[in-house]
């Protein structure tokens, strides 16, 4: 059975910051490129970052400088550390996993991330 679990969401004041995790089981996470994905009240979902199999990451443009991204394989699970938060980054963050061959895609249940003072 497939599981992606995210965790580390919250409540945190605007300049702070959080560090996400997605732990994954019953996948060959060395094989998937992982992304965080958000959304927000009336918003489309959109990618925040990515990282492929070979550790290329990718990040959108309102993240860039303020997020990094990484994994290991070993504990196959993927981070993301979102460093001065605005409030604005409220939303739903997502873990996902696609498999390199493009044929498997797979979501975690989300967690919450509230930047407010």
């Known amino acids: 059975q497939v599981q992606l679990v995210e965790s580390g969401g919250g409540l945190v004041q605007p300049g702070g910051s959080l560090s996400l995790s997605c732990a994954t089981s019953?996948?060959?996470?060395?094989?998937?490129?992982m992304g965080w994905y958000r959304e927000a009240p009336g918003k489309q979902r959109e990618l925040v970052a990515g990282i492929a199999t070979g550790g290329l990451t990718n990040y959108g443009d309102s993240v860039k400088g303020r997020f990094t991204i990484s994994r290991d394989n070993t504990r196959k699970t993927m981070y993301l550390q979102m460093n001065s938060l605005k409030p604005e980054d409220t939303a739903v963050y997502y873990c996902?996993?696609?498999?390199?061959?493009?044929?498997?895609?797979?979501w975690g249940q989300g967690t919450q991330v509230t930047v407010s003072s």
């Open positions: 996902n996993a696609v498999h390199q061959s493009g044929d498997r895609n797979y």
């Open positions: 019953g996948i060959a996470f060395s094989f998937y490129h």
